[in-house]
């Protein structure tokens, strides 16, 4: 079983920045890529970004340019960097890893609990 934990949300004024975190932890497991979606409220869950172990990364149209996504293999954390925040930016941003756990095939995504992020003046 691996649980992952994300930290560092909260309320944050238009234009301003926020840092994401997120670990990884359990017995015997390696992450091949870690991640941050978000969901708003009556929306879908949306990508925002992700990155694998080997530091390849991918961003959601309406965060690129804005948010940096940064991993620590060794750690197995994720960071999440946000700039220029914007009220649209407002949600529960939830942390990923797909995990491949000894003994296990296949790989396995598990999810945090979801960190709230507001943006308001």
């Known amino acids: 079983q691996v649980h992952v934990v994300e930290s560092g949300g909260g309320l944050v004024q238009p234009g301003g920045s926020l840092r994401l975190s997120c670990t990884a932890s359990g017995s015997e497991f390696s992450v091949k890529t870690m991640g941050w979606w978000r969901q708003a409220p009556g929306k879908q869950r949306e990508l925002v970004a992700t990155?694998?172990?080997?530091?390849?990364?991918n961003y959601g149209d309406a965060v690129r340019g804005r948010f940096v996504v940064s991993r620590d293999n060794a750690k197995n954390t994720v960071d999440l960097q946000m700039t220029s925040l914007q009220m649209d930016d407002t949600a529960i941003y939830y942390c990923?890893?797909?995990?491949?756990?000894?003994?296990?095939?296949?790989?396995?995504?598990?999810w945090g609990q979801g960190t709230q992020v507001t943006v308001s003046s």
């Open positions: 990155t694998t172990a080997d530091g390849d990364t």
């Open positions: 990923w890893a797909n995990v491949h756990e000894s003994g296990r095939v296949n790989y396995k995504g598990y």
